[in-house]
């Protein structure tokens, strides 16, 4: 049953991954922008749901201006658990551009894509990020800047909310959490270590059911980004039950470049 069960799963993904290619490559260039981000966000739920994922999520604060979205970060699942609940601009590794369809798709999708070999193109993002806050858009990061299992919530670099501080809009921390229907925690959906994403695929089909649980926390605003990235661990860890970590300590440009591309997800 297991097999067949994955075997169904990745037969209808590939259609939906079509359906999303047809989308993205000829039907985008018609659309509106609100469009495009409603088709974003309806194929991201189904995906979800073809995966045998149900999602759980809270309704997202409303703003007439932009915000930056910050998460905890357990799989790559969180990018679509996200996109179903709230229409966002993710920032991640440049690496990701390169991926067959997935990153051709995620570009097409507005993803902000950072380079490593680049020392200092955490400039280059800050400035798109900042484009994009300007102009109401949501921009998301992972401010832990590698997945965990999600059962612990690491530290967060304040350099990343910046873009937020300069332009004075409000942070919205987020907590994702992924448990069986009983409950319990749910380790398949964790994208951790040397995990390859075949491997990762293969373990989330494999699963009767898993539940995608995504709060959104009060939005917070402060002049300093220290303390504001505490501030944010401080809700999430509240928001997953975890207890929070003393002060995060302050990054600089190249070593958080650095680390956001170290993450392998």
Same mark, same amino acid.
């Given at each position: *049953?297991?097999?067949?069960? &994955?075997?169904?799963?990745? =037969?209808?993904?590939?259609?939906?991954?079509?359906?999303?290619?047809?989308?993205?490559?000829? *039907?985008?260039?018609?659309? @509106? $922008?609100?469009?495009?981000?409603?088709?974003?966000?309806? !194929?991201?739920?189904?995906?979800?749901?073809?995966?045998?994922?149900?999602?759980?999520?809270?309704? @997202?604060?409303?703003?007439?201006?932009?915000?930056?979205?910050?998460?905890?970060?357990? +799989?790559?699942?969180?990018?679509?658990? #996200?996109?179903? =609940?709230? &229409? %966002?601009?993710? %920032?991640?590794?440049?690496?990701?551009?390169?991926?067959?369809? =997935?990153? !051709?798709?995620?570009?097409?999708?507005?993803?902000?894509?950072?380079?490593?070999?680049?020392?200092?193109?955490?400039?280059?993002?800050?400035?798109?990020?900042?484009?994009?806050?300007?102009?109401? =858009?949501?921009?998301? %990061?992972?401010?832990?800047?590698?997945?965990?299992?999600?059962?612990?919530? &690491?530290?967060? *670099?304040?350099?990343?909310?910046? @873009?937020?501080? $300069? /332009?004075?809009?409000?942070? %919205?921390?987020?907590? #994702?959490?992924?448990?069986?229907?009983?409950?319990?925690?749910?380790?398949?959906?964790?994208? #951790?270590?040397?995990?390859?994403?075949?491997? +990762?695929? !293969?373990?989330?089909?494999?699963?009767?059911?898993?539940?995608?649980?995504?709060?959104?926390? *009060?939005?917070?605003?402060?002049?300093?980004? &220290?303390?504001?990235?505490?501030?944010?661990?401080?809700?999430? +860890?509240?928001?997953?039950?975890? /207890?929070?970590?003393?002060?995060?300590?302050?990054?600089?440009?190249?070593?958080?470049?650095?680390?956001?591309?170290? +993450?392998?997800?």
């Amino acid at each position: *049953m297991v097999q067949i069960r &994955r075997l169904s799963r990745l =037969a209808r993904l590939l259609i939906h991954l079509s359906g999303g290619i047809w989308q993205v490559a000829v *039907m985008f260039q018609f659309y @509106p $922008k609100i469009r495009r981000d409603q088709v974003i966000s309806a !194929w991201s739920a189904k995906l979800l749901k073809i995966l045998g994922v149900t999602l759980k999520a809270g309704h @997202p604060p409303e703003f007439d201006h932009g915000a930056l979205l910050v998460a905890n970060h357990v +799989s790559w699942l969180d990018i679509f658990v #996200i996109h179903a =609940a709230r &229409r %966002v601009h993710f %920032v991640s590794k440049h690496e990701i551009r390169s991926w067959p369809v =997935a990153g !051709w798709l995620a570009h097409r999708a507005g993803t902000l894509f950072i380079q490593r070999a680049k020392k200092h193109d955490t400039a280059r993002i800050n400035n798109e990020m900042h484009a994009l806050l300007q102009d109401g =858009a949501w921009v998301a %990061v992972f401010p832990e800047g590698t997945s965990s299992d999600g059962r612990q919530l &690491r530290r967060f *670099m304040p350099s990343l909310f910046q @873009p937020a501080v $300069k /332009e004075n809009l409000p942070v %919205v921390p987020a907590g #994702i959490r992924y448990q069986t229907p009983e409950g319990n925690h749910c380790q398949a959906a964790a994208y #951790i270590d040397e995990m390859t994403f075949g491997k +990762s695929l !293969w373990q989330i089909t494999g699963e009767v059911e898993i539940v995608a649980r995504l709060d959104f926390c *009060m939005p917070l605003k402060n002049s300093d980004r &220290r303390a504001l990235a505490e501030e944010a661990h401080r809700e999430i +860890s509240t928001c997953l039950g975890f /207890e929070p970590m003393g002060s995060s300590p302050e990054l600089s440009g190249d070593l958080q470049a650095a680390l956001l591309q170290t +993450s392998a997800h």
